[in-house]
């Protein structure tokens, strides 16, 4: 979780500081409220880790920065679990190896859910004495934690991918088939100067500032993202076997690891399917198209004789829509993309790949202390990706947020909106 830009706070926001604290913890205990002991304890790759580690390193994160830190005589719950529920905080000291999260088999599931309940009450009994910086950092955990949901959401999906079962999280109802959108249309804009970045009240992490003046050339950026219906085109095309519109990585890779589709596609007699929350199932032509890499994104932007959009460009056609619209999370449930609906839309369904590099804006300093690890170390050989998911808490993202994986990384609910020069 990235470092804040430091919200206002004072003692008369606790109370609701402490409604939204509980908000966010209860619904990652309704996330995870399906699953087994097994389930929960399972790490099907290096990238993803076990729901109990989620749950519990979001707990750790509350337990070492506020209360520890924060309240007076304070005792850890367990003096083991910093070591196994630590991240990537170098100044925390030692940690377990992330790709060993899986072998963590106990504590169980419910000892962690008691862990989260004993942080939850000394916190909220803390919180109304607790300082504005403390207030900040719960805020700032709260945040977090959303964030924690999502990778909780997508983890659990590729863990269940894994399985030859291939279980259902959650039962749906049997799709009902809609029109496809027609063709992309084109928000053309002219060159200017813009402001990008946050500014102003509210909550950001570190990385969405400075705010600062940006140029940005004559360009348009599409109205919606890609389809699946579309994305199959691209497959017919023979998008995955011919060189010419792959960056050379992107290339290298489509080969070794034999890349024919996006995540959880298969295709069988009656064509294309996916995996998702609510088990296997036909593609729906109609719904962005998903779990795609940006390789893949910029492959397919080629072959449509268009462009990824800098994120600059993404920001400023993005700024006058509702951030807390569009398919995001509400509650616990299967959550997928679903077809647009009339109108240009910039949040929600698929985090969007653009064509920019995950660095510092002008003028970024990396905070000192441990709670300002994150970012600064991590602006390196990532790309930038905007607007939310389905997967994502409502109300998590605004125009300014930076989200940023590798580009061979597709496990997220990643998608794509295309861009080019005029």
Not at 221 to 227: F, L, N, W
Not at 310 to 328: I, L, M, R, V
Request: net charge negative.
């Amino acid at each position: 979780m990235p470092q804040p830009v430091r919200p206002e706070l004072t003692p008369a926001h606790s109370s609701d500081l402490s409604e939204r604290f509980s908000t966010v913890r209860a619904l990652s205990l309704a996330l995870a409220a399906p699953l087994s002991d097994a389930d929960a304890t399972v790490q099907s790759m290096d990238d993803a880790s076990p729901t109990k580690w989620h749950l519990a390193h979001t707990t750790w994160f509350f337990e070492t920065f506020v209360l520890r830190d924060h309240v007076a005589g304070y005792a850890l719950h367990d003096e083991r679990f910093p070591f196994l529920f630590n991240s990537y905080y170098e100044a925390e000291g030692r940690r377990h190896a992330r790709d060993r999260r899986g072998m963590v088999t106990r504590p169980s599931l419910d000892e962690v859910r008691a862990y989260r309940a004993h942080v939850d009450a000394a916190l909220l009994d803390a919180l109304p004495g607790l300082s504005a910086d403390a207030q900040t950092l719960v805020a700032l955990g709260c945040h977090h934690e959303e964030q924690h949901q999502e990778l909780l959401v997508t983890d659990i999906l590729h863990m269940f991918s894994e399985n030859p079962l291939e279980p259902a999280m959650w039962p749906a109802p049997r799709k009902v088939p809609v029109e496809m959108p027609g063709p992309i249309g084109w928000i053309a804009r002219e060159s200017g100067i813009v402001e990008v970045g946050h500014g102003g009240d509210g909550f950001a992490f570190d990385c969405e500032g400075p705010r600062h003046a940006a140029l940005l050339v004559p360009h348009a950026i599409a109205d919606r993202t890609v389809t699946n219906g579309e994305w199959a085109a691209f497959i017919a095309d023979g998008g995955y076997s011919e060189a010419r519109h792959w960056l050379a990585d992107g290339w290298a890779w489509v080969k070794a690891e034999g890349i024919v589709a996006p995540l959880y596609w298969e295709q069988g007699e009656a064509g294309w399917t996916r995996f998702g929350l609510d088990g296997r199932r036909a593609i729906d032509p109609a719904a962005p198209v998903t779990h795609v890499s940006f390789f893949e994104a910029d492959a397919y932007a080629s072959w449509a004789g268009a462009r990824l959009p800098t994120e600059f460009e993404w920001e400023a056609a993005a700024a006058s829509h509702d951030a807390n619209g569009g398919n995001q999370m509400d509650v616990a449930g299967p959550v997928e993309p679903r077809p647009a609906a009339n109108g240009p839309a910039f949040f929600g369904d698929v985090w969007e790949w653009t064509g920019s590099a995950y660095r510092p804006y002008p003028g970024f300093v990396t905070a000192a202390g441990a709670v300002g690890e994150y970012n600064g170390k991590f602006m390196s050989s990532q790309f930038i990706l905007r607007g939310g998911s389905c997967a994502t808490p409502r109300g998590h993202a605004r125009a300014s947020y930076r989200n940023f994986f590798y580009p061979h990384q597709r496990w997220q609910f990643t998608g794509v909106r295309l861009a080019k020069d005029i």
